[in-house]
């Protein structure tokens, strides 16, 4: 089947202007997370759906970072008044279960943002 | 917390030669390690993991990697390297968070020359 899709694949925004990036997991995939990756560095943890609920978002930089899930499939990550320290690829991965570790998590290609 | 360290933001091999990427974790629990490879502008693929068991866990395109907790290691290795193993390659371990986020580590470039 499909796998994890994202969409734009490629962003560019003026310095404070909102975006939003989209992901669309594996159907049937309960747990789906976001992460950040700047340049050169490994992909950090941003925040963590299960289903509709946000249950962790520890990982978000900052209050203009937003991220919704309402219908329990499709994910929206929303940046407010981007700053140039945004600029990153923000990866979307969806796991089949919730709360187990064994399970794998599915990447997708990841949006480049690039904030000017 | 839990963390990874990875040796060599670089590593260079000839095609055909052994291919060893270091990868040393930090954790107060019992860890679960995770190899990801990713390509040019592609999302991250994974190719093994270690949970519980057997300590030698082999994945997909020849790698395998061992866990070896006397040294906190989980290297990875592949006997032959092929110019297609060219890409860049993450050790991640899995979050004390309760909701499986993996951490990873900075990840290291593997480069096959012929």
């Known amino acids: ?116 | 917390a839990q963390s990874v360290t990875q040796l060599g933001s670089h590593v260079s091999v000839s095609e055909g030669a052994l291919v060893l990427l270091r990868c040393n974790y930090s954790s107060s629990v019992p860890p679960y390690l995770f190899w990801y490879v990713q390509y040019p502008n592609q999302g991250l693929q994974l190719l093994l993991k270690y949970t519980t068991g057997a300590t030698l866990v082999k994945g997909i395109n020849g790698f395998e990697a061992e866990f070896k907790k006397s040294e906190t290691s989980f290297h990875l290795t592949k006997p032959s390297a092929h110019m297609s193993d060219a890409a860049e390659y993450f050790c991640a371990v899995i979050s004390n968070s309760g909701y499986s986020t993996l951490t990873f580590g900075k990840g290291t470039m593997l480069l096959v020359s012929p």
């Open chain 1, 1 to 116: 089947g499909a796998g994890v899709s994202q969409s734009p694949r490629y962003k560019v925004a003026k310095r404070g202007q909102d975006v939003a990036l989209r992901c669309d997991p594996i159907s049937g995939h309960v747990s789906l997370f976001w992460y950040q990756q700047a340049l050169g560095q490994g992909p950090e943890f941003l925040t963590y759906f299960q289903n509709e609920a946000q249950l962790d978002k520890s990982g978000l930089p900052s209050d203009r970072f937003f991220a919704e899930r309402p219908e329990g499939s499709v994910s929206t990550l929303k940046i407010q008044r981007t700053q140039q320290e945004d600029s990153a690829v923000y990866l979307c991965a969806s796991s089949l279960f919730t709360g187990l570790s064994t399970d794998t998590q599915y990447f997708g290609p990841g949006t480049r943002l690039t904030v000017l």
